[in-house]
């Protein structure tokens, strides 16, 4: 398990931290620019687990493969779903949608499971989450640059929204972090914290400081609190 959220964190990053809108772009109208996008993935896969990327991973009847190959296949795989993604939006008008997102975040999980031998390479540590990081991790790319994708997507579905601004992205990612990392503060005084935050956010709607939907604030803020309330359940387990 150790791989696996390594890998998934590493996934997480890749296709979100370090995909900002440009690229996005520049991937669904060119090769180069798929290109460059993929292979992102590789190298921040191979950051997070470089201590075990010469070790076997899967073995099989004609030896096996190392880390090192699987990684490559995880990228062939990543590669080759967005590629079809792409065309599929581009050429067959295919909606690009929740659904489609979701879909596709699916392919690339699948991906990274196929090629991982779950709790195997633990480095001695048993359970499902053998190291808090890489969770933490996850969860805090979950509720900035994953959220506002997912929040965009939703809000197009249902209202037809169009994609937010620059600034209006990143003030809701920041809000959504500060009460993300507010609900993993030790101790009890974190409710008071979270809920002053969460008024701030309502309030800063109301007078117009802040353009976004009530849409937009309420699902930011489930998802972070969930987020949240998860990382605070694992660092205190």
């Known amino acids: 398990m150790l791989l696996l959220w390594r890998l998934l964190f590493g996934h997480f ?95 690339h999980f699948a991906a990274i499971f196929l090629f991982v031998p779950v709790g195997a390479l633990a480095n001695g540590e048993n359970g499902v989450i053998p190291e808090a990081w890489p969770v933490i991790g996850v969860l805090l790319v979950l509720v900035t640059h994953g959220g506002a994708i997912m929040i965009y997507y939703l809000e ?26 507010l609900c993993m503060l030790p101790g009890g005084g974190w409710i008071v914290l979270a809920a002053g935050w969460l008024w701030l956010m309502y309030h800063a709607r109301a007078r117009r400081i802040f353009e976004s939907s009530r849409f937009s604030l309420a699902a930011g803020a489930c998802m972070a609190l969930a987020c949240g309330v998860a990382g605070r359940a694992l660092l205190s387990g």
């Open 13 to 107: 990053l890749a296709d979100f931290t370090f995909q900002p809108d440009y690229i996005n772009a520049w991937k669904r109208s060119t090769l180069l620019g798929m290109l460059v996008h993929c292979f992102i993935h590789p190298i921040v896969y191979a950051l997070l687990v470089y201590p075990f990327l010469g070790e076997t991973w899967l073995e099989n009847e004609w030896g096996g493969f190392t880390g090192w190959q699987c990684v490559f296949f995880i990228f062939l795989l990543h590669l080759a779903e967005d590629w079809l993604r792409a065309l599929a939006i581009r050429r067959y008008r295919q909606l690009d949608n929740a659904w489609c997102f979701l879909w596709d975040q699916i392919v």
């Open 156 to 181: 197009k579905d249902l209202f037809g929204s169009g994609f937010p601004s620059l600034w209006e992205k990143r003030l809701g990612m920041g809000e959504r972090l500060v009460l993300c990392l």
